[in-house]
C-alpha cells in the first residue's frame, strides 16, 4: 500500500495536470487560495467574514476557472478526454460541483422562506441576523460538502483515498499560491495555457 504522502503527491498531482491548464484558471486559484487563507483565520474571530471570503470570494473566482477557462477539449499532453478525467476524478468534478453551487446559490432563498431552517437556528430579526444564519449556513454546506465526499470515497475507493483527498482539499490554499504563484506574470506575458509537457512528476 501507497504511504499516505505518496497518495497525497498523487492526487495533488493529477489535480493539476488534467484540471490546471489555463493561466487564467491558475491565477484565479491564488486568489482563491489566498482569500481562503485569510478565511482560515477569520474562522476563529468571525464566521460572517469567513462565509463571505470562503463562498463569494474563494469558492466563486475557483470554479470560475473551472467553468469558463480550463480547456475542455482533448487533453494531448495527457492523452486524456474530458470525459475520461470527469469520470476519473476523485473529488467533485464539474457534475457534482454543479449541485454543491446550485445548493449554496439557493441558501440564501431557503434561509428566506425558513428563518430557522428547519430548527437549526433562532429566526432572524433584522438583516444582521439574517446574514449571520446565513454565514453559519454556507460554513455547514462546505463541511457537508467535504464530510459527504470523504466517506462517500471511503466506499467507493478506501478510507486512506478518502482521507487522503480531505488532507489535500483543506491544505489546497498553501499549495495552490506555491504552486501559482507566477501565474499572473505568464499571463502578463501573454501565455495563456501552462506548456505542461515541460513538467515532470517528481
Do not use: C
Not at 62 to 84: I, L
Not at 121 to 137: C, K, Q
Not at 148 to 170: E, Y
Amino acid at each position: 500500500m501507497s504511504s499516505f504522502r505518496e497518495v497525497l503527491q498523487i492526487q495533488r498531482w493529477d489535480d493539476h495536470r488534467y484540471y490546471h491548464h489555463s493561466r487564467i484558471n491558475q491565477s484565479l486559484h491564488l486568489v482563491s487560495a489566498l482569500s481562503f487563507l485569510v478565511a482560515y483565520v477569520m474562522l476563529f474571530i468571525d464566521p460572517v467574514i469567513t462565509a463571505l471570503l470562503g463562498w463569494g470570494v474563494s469558492m466563486l473566482t475557483r470554479q470560475s476557472g473551472h467553468f469558463f477557462f480550463e480547456p475542455k477539449g482533448y487533453d494531448h499532453v495527457n492523452q486524456a478526454t474530458h470525459a475520461h478525467k470527469e469520470e476519473i476524478k476523485v473529488g467533485y468534478n464539474l457534475r457534482r460541483k454543479v449541485v454543491l453551487m446550485v445548493i449554496w446559490a439557493a441558501s440564501p432563498l431557503a434561509l428566506h422562506l425558513d428563518p430557522t431552517l428547519f430548527g437549526l437556528f433562532e429566526p432572524h430579526t433584522d438583516a444582521n441576523g439574517f446574514v449571520h444564519n446565513l454565514s453559519l449556513t454556507w460554513i455547514g454546506i462546505g463541511v457537508g460538502g467535504l464530510l459527504f465526499r470523504t466517506v462517500h470515497l471511503f466506499f467507493l475507493q478506501d478510507v486512506q483515498t478518502g482521507l487522503v483527498w480531505l488532507t489535500k482539499i483543506l491544505t489546497d490554499p498553501f499549495h495552490d499560491v506555491k504552486l501559482y504563484w507566477r501565474a499572473p506574470l505568464y499571463l502578463l506575458r501573454g501565455e495563456l495555457i501552462d506548456p505542461m509537457h515541460a513538467r515532470h512528476h517528481a
